[in-house]
């Protein structure tokens, strides 16, 4: 077997192997997908403000309009666990807490854009 032989089978094979590789991942892709389609579906049919008690008694965290918010005293590494769970695109929004009237409000970005943007078009009573 000549040397340009052996190298265009290795070839082959390494291209395969990469073929076999992106087959595996675009399973895992779709797979991915599917779990947060389902995750999302579950979230949308929450009610509007889903309050969960906290271990720590001194404060509550609520989902609504995908922020999060906490009302109450909440100590520095529960915070900061909090920051870790949600990730870096996470920010937090003064005004919104202060239109709700909680501690602290976290969200994305746009959402946080978008909740205020509801509650500022909301008749004030």
Known sequence: MSMDTLATLIARFAQQ??????????LELAALREILELRNAELAE???THRVPSAYPSYEVARQSGCVLIYGAIPPYDYSGLRYVLGDE???SRKLAA?????????????IGAFIDQLNQEPKS
């Open 17 to 26: 192997d990469a073929i076999a590789k992106i087959a595996r991942l675009d």
């Open 46 to 48: 929450r009610p509007p």
């Open 90 to 92: 996470v920010v937090q």
């Open 99 to 111: 239109l709700l009237g909680a501690t602290f409000a976290i969200g994305l970005r746009a959402d």
